[in-house]
């Protein structure tokens, strides 16, 4: 079936430290792939996504690239700060195969320190 | 455009009690999904909802049921709340079931005494 793993957090970091959070995932299929982020108190944000082998989501500067061979698509920041501190969910969308249905991670929480 | 709203924002409800709760998507939206997230379970989808029909089911018992209006908004039930009902809920509007970017709301944050 269709499944996210994502690292599990806590993650805490220093202001300015390089960012990865690692996320794999199983499907059938061609899957669409997305970070989102939801900082404390709110909803949930769409922050990156790819739809396709090889592309590369990017915003805020973060970005993720979609691996088909290692069925991976992992969220990094090169400098993050300490306003990046939020939960951050990696989702899969297998398309028609699963009726549309998307699958999340179990969420990792990122903790920055000044 | 304006985003996905939800009301109330924070609700206090005793064991027993039932709780509607709305969601009007953006403008243009057809499709709504409705998550329940807790710190021990993290986000669990609860349904879908498309042109008014029920596409998409989450594993959780009968107390809990949705609907869709015509003009898109929707509403979730909860029946005989039970203390582990405590949640925070979180709808979600996407403008196409193909691409499924979803849109979340800021959440419901219902409390079960």
């Known amino acids: 079936g269709n499944s996210v793993t994502q690292m599990e957090g806590p993650v805490t970091l220093s202001e300015e430290a390089f960012l990865t959070i690692n996320c794999t995932y199983t499907?059938?299929?061609?899957?669409?792939l997305f970070w989102y982020v939801q900082y404390p108190g709110e909803g949930l944000q769409l922050l990156l996504k790819?739809?396709?082998a090889d592309d590369k989501g990017s915003n805020k500067g973060f970005e993720a690239t979609y691996r088909k061979e290692t069925t991976s698509f992992h969220l990094e920041k090169g400098s993050v700060q300490v306003s990046d501190s939020a939960v951050y969910f990696c989702?899969?969308?297998?398309?028609?195969?699963?009726?549309?249905?998307?699958?999340w991670g179990a969420g990792t929480k990122l903790i920055i320190k000044p | 455009k304006a985003g996905v709203t939800q009301t109330p924002r924070y609700l206090i409800k005793t064991r027993g009690q039932q709780v509607t709760l709305s969601c009007s998507p953006i403008?243009?939206?057809?499709?709504v999904s409705w998550y329940q997230q807790t710190p021990g379970q993290g986000l669990q989808f609860l349904f879908e909802?498309?042109?008014?029909?029920?596409?998409n089911k989450g594993n959780f018992p009968g107390r809990f049921s949705g609907r869709q209006f015509s003009n898109s908004r929707s509403e979730m039930n909860v029946s005989t709340l039970e203390l582990g009902d405590s949640a925070l809920y979180l709808c979600?509007?996407?403008?196409?079931?193909?691409?499924?970017?979803?849109?979340f709301g800021p959440g419901t944050r219902l409390t079960v005494l």
């Open positions: 979600a509007s996407s403008p196409d079931r193909v691409k499924n970017e979803q849109f």
């Open positions: 403008s243009g939206h057809r499709s």
């Open positions: 909802y498309f042109s008014e029909t029920q596409r």
């Open positions: 499907a059938t299929g061609y899957p669409s």
């Open positions: 790819a739809t396709k």
């Open positions: 989702a899969l969308s297998p398309g028609m195969d699963s009726n549309y249905q998307l699958i």
